[in-house]
């Protein structure tokens, strides 16, 4: 088997970021899967299983969000005992990476090199505002161009409506209601996944991601929960995650369905997220306004005339703090992770 690589998004500042490591024995691949230690990867030959080099996990010890993820592209090594190891993650040109609940954790990178994010929210049960918001300063903060996308959408009679109050949690954000059983929206996924494009699955546990994922590639690659509970949760039953090609080109990453994700210590995600309340603010008489109880404030205004809610201010701020508090974290690491590696 023969695979052209470019239909994965294998291009010319890929190829020279390989260059250097261009060898008899190495080839190029991209990683379908990655699990402790082994990893999934498609190469020009077809899919092979690699276990981490010496150099990958000498990477990894220095900074464990380098360790290899769905869409990675990686420097394989074949060796004359037919073992292959993944020797490097080649550079990431978008990364989709959470906090997590090790607080000596650099993130838990989801995915890489995807060109689009999808966040996905299901239109039942109810979309979660603040779920959305946060899922998409996540989005933004990737690199990626984030879409939303409201599954289920055949659960409600007017998809069309909630995807309206939806787009105002959603500056500059497509939305898109679909349905995987009656097809409805799918078109629009689809351009997405053209050849040489990625696309990665954000969401809940139960939001429909892997059930979207299939129906995009075409085959039904990844087992399904068929498990619905009575209040539409859904369990989280898929432990087979990856990324898969699309029939005529592209790929989808399903990520992980997540009960909650952390963001880490940058904003530029959240200003992109929350475009409206930093326009807003930029147009307040003071620089550093709190948009509390100063004069002439356009936070204010706003919620005094309706086109800002409370809730979404509170949302704003929340996620605010809850960055700030990680960039405090992150600079106490910092200053004690080299006394630390002294003992
Ligand atoms: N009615 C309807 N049900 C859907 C649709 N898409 C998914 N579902 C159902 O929603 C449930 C959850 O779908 P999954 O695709 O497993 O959700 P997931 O996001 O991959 O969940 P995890 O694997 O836990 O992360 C399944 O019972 C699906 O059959 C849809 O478009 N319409
Ligand atoms: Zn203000």
């Given at each position: 088997m023969s695979y052209d690589l470019s239909q994965l998004g294998w291009d010319e500042l890929f190829a020279s970021s390989f260059r250097p490591y261009d060898?008899?024995?190495?080839v190029p691949g991209r990683v379908l899967r990655a699990d402790r230690g082994v990893s999934?990867?498609?190469?020009?030959?077809?899919?092979?299983?690699?276990?981490?080099?010496?150099n990958a996990l000498l990477e990894a010890a220095r900074d464990p969000s380098l360790?290899?993820?769905?869409?990675?592209?990686?420097?394989?090594?074949?060796?004359?005992?037919?073992?292959?190891?993944?020797?490097?993650?080649?550079?990431?040109?978008?990364?989709?990476i959470r906090r997590t609940a090790d607080k000596d954790s650099s993130g838990q990178v989801l995915a890489a090199n995807m060109d689009t994010v999808a966040v996905v929210e299901p239109i039942f049960p109810e979309p979660n505002d603040a779920r959305v918001e946060r899922l998409?300063?996540?989005?933004?903060?990737s690199g990626a161009d984030p879409v939303l996308v409201l599954t289920k959408s055949d659960t409600t009679r007017d998809p069309?409506?909630?995807a309206r109050q939806l787009a105002a949690l959603a500056p500059d954000v497509p939305v898109i209601p679909v349905s995987v059983p009656t097809g409805a929206g799918l078109d629009q996924l689809r351009e997405l996944v053209t050849p040489g494009r990625t696309l990665a699955l954000l969401g809940r546990s139960g939001a429909g991601k892997s059930t979207l994922a299939n129906a995009l590639a075409g085959t039904s690659v990844m087992p399904v929960q068929t498990i619905r509970d009575a209040d539409g949760k859904g369990r989280h039953?898929?432990?087979?995650?990856?990324?898969?090609?699309?029939a005529g080109g592209g790929s989808v990453i399903d990520t992980p369905g997540i009960r909650g994700v952390g963001l880490l210590d940058t904003d530029s995600g959240l200003d992109r997220a929350f475009a409206d309340v930093i326009e807003l603010a930029g147009h307040c008489r003071f620089d550093n306004c709190r948009h509390e109880s100063e004069p002439e404030c356009a936070v204010q205004a706003a919620l005094a005339d309706g086109s800002l809610?409370?809730?979404?201010?509170?949302?704003?701020?929340?996620l605010h703090r809850e960055v700030a508090v990680e960039s405090r974290r992150r600079s106490v690491r910092m200053a004690t992770a080299p006394r630390r590696r002294q003992h």
């Open positions: 060898r008899s024995d190495t999934t990867v498609l190469t020009a030959d077809g899919v092979t299983r690699a276990g981490l080099g010496g360790l290899p993820c769905s869409g990675d592209w990686a420097v394989l090594r074949n060796w004359p005992d037919r073992r292959v190891t993944l020797e490097l993650v080649l550079p990431r040109r978008t990364t989709l998409l300063a996540l989005a933004w903060e069309a409506a909630i039953t898929t432990a087979f995650r990856q990324l898969v090609t699309v809610t409370q809730r979404r201010l509170a949302s704003w701020r929340k």
